[in-house]
């Protein structure tokens, strides 16, 4: 990529407009979001004020009392980063540290909540993704899963093929499963992040690209043939050709033919062999998205799951303020239900996203933000 399609992805990806400025806008915004020096962001962004592709405005940041010159996309410019950031998430990244985890770019992007040019930044040229030391840390604040990863442990050397783990969102399905995934010496791993808008055509494309890279191309040929009744009848006996996990993140509301779909694997299960699929859903997935029945369940065709928010301990652990009184503990611990995103939030004091993620009102926002620095006398 040429710089200047780094600063156009950039600015996208900020999210800044003349509404809603972003310190990403700013010069030294750009300067640390594209790794260049900010004295070199000037003549960077020339051209691409000449061309219509970004305006440059006088804009003031909260807490910066100076207005200060400020970039964002016009609707051509917007238009040419979302061409570049389409063409690029569909590359294909491997993880390092987990055996041969594969997923787009784009998921990767959305998994490990990087912005695509950090991704680009930590990938090797061999298309491996280096995870920064943060994202290390990160994996020291995984507390209390002992009893899951043991269940998931369990799950993997038996004869279900299917485990479906639901969760309130912010839970930590995600990173349970990358922790788990670490634990797997035989399987490749297949992952991709749904979407509302995903059809059953993104799902056999990431998963007969997935077979063909490893040898297995009936798959593909039949996708790229159109012949669809065919593929999804050989599907599981393809799936099963590679020793394989399958993750599919982020299930919630997605449409009737991904449903079709999964209950046409689940109804097919014992086909998949030593393959196995894991899907992270939402506690609150509708009724008419769940693709099995109670009659799965108790065939050992699909084994649930369900995650439960920290004990008392380990979220105080989180929370890290180890002298917050015992009132003021019980109170954030009452409202988070041991949620380990809300808690991180409120450690890190991060109000707004705190509001955004939630249902809290402000007043609950107010008291969780002064409890975390209540301190006992």
């Known amino acids: 990529m040429t710089v200047n399609e780094k600063i156009l992805l950039h600015l996208k990806e900020c999210r800044?407009?003349?509404?809603?400025?972003?310190?990403?806008?700013?010069q030294e915004g750009i300067a640390q979001g594209v790794d260049?020096?900010?004295?070199?962001?000037?003549?960077?962004?020339?051209?691409l004020v000449s061309d219509g592709s970004v305006e440059e405005i006088k804009g003031r940041l909260p807490g910066r009392a100076r207005k200060m010159k400020m970039y964002v996309l016009t609707e051509s410019g917007m238009r040419i980063a979302k061409d570049i950031s389409d063409e690029i998430e569909k590359?294909?990244?491997?993880?390092?540290g987990v055996e041969q985890t594969e997923m787009t770019l784009r998921d990767a992007r959305l998994v490990f909540e990087m912005t695509t040019l950090e991704i680009l930044r930590n990938m090797s040229p061999e298309g491996i993704l280096e995870i920064p030391e943060e994202m290390e840390e990160e994996e020291m604040e995984f507390l209390n899963r002992k009893e899951e990863l043991a269940e998931m442990g369990e799950w993997i050397n038996q004869d279900t093929a299917i485990l479906v783990i639901y969760s309130p969102e912010g839970f930590g399905k995600t990173q349970l499963a990358r922790r788990f995934l670490k634990t797997l010496k035989k399987f490749d791993v297949c992952w991709r992040e749904l979407a509302e808008d995903d059809s059953t055509f993104e799902l056999y494309q990431t998963i007969s690209d997935f077979l063909a890279r490893r040898g297995r191309k009936r798959a593909l040929e039949l996708f790229q043939d159109g012949e669809i009744d065919s593929l999804l009848s050989t599907l599981p006996d393809e799936m099963a050709s590679?020793?394989?996990?399958?993750?599919?993140?982020?299930?919630?509301?997605?449409?009737?033919?991904?449903?079709?779909?999964?209950?046409?694997?689940?109804k097919n299960s014992r086909r998949l062999k030593d393959s196995r699929i894991l899907i992270l859903a939402r506690e609150a997935t509708p009724s008419y998205c769940r693709f099995y029945t109670k009659d799965s369940v108790e065939r050992k065709l699909v084994r649930e799951m369900h995650m439960k928010g920290l004990d008392e301990k380990n979220s105080w652990l989180l929370l890290g303020r180890p002298h917050i009184d015992e009132?003021?503990?019980?109170?954030?611990?009452?409202?988070?239900?041991?949620?380990?995103?809300?808690?991180?939030?409120?450690?890190?004091?991060?109000?707004?996203?705190?509001?955004?993620?939630?249902?809290?009102t402000n007043p609950e926002i107010k008291?969780?933000?002064?409890?975390k620095d209540v301190k006992a006398k």
Not at 91 to 96: H, L
Request: net charge positive; with cysteine; charged share 30%.
């Open 16 to 26: 800044s407009s003349k509404e809603n400025l972003s310190p990403g806008a700013t």
């Open 91 to 96: 590359q294909t990244v491997i993880i390092r």
């Open 327 to 360: 009132e003021s503990f019980r109170r954030v611990y009452l409202l988070t239900k041991g949620c380990p995103l809300y808690l991180r939030l409120i450690r890190d004091g991060e109000a707004e996203e705190l509001k955004r993620r939630s249902r809290f």
């Open 367 to 371: 008291l969780l933000m002064f409890s």
């Open 36 to 47: 260049i020096r900010r004295s070199h962001v000037p003549r960077a962004v020339k051209k």
């Open 242 to 266: 590679v020793p394989s996990v399958y993750v599919f993140d982020n299930y919630f509301h997605v449409g009737e033919d991904i449903v079709d779909l999964l209950s046409h694997l689940a």
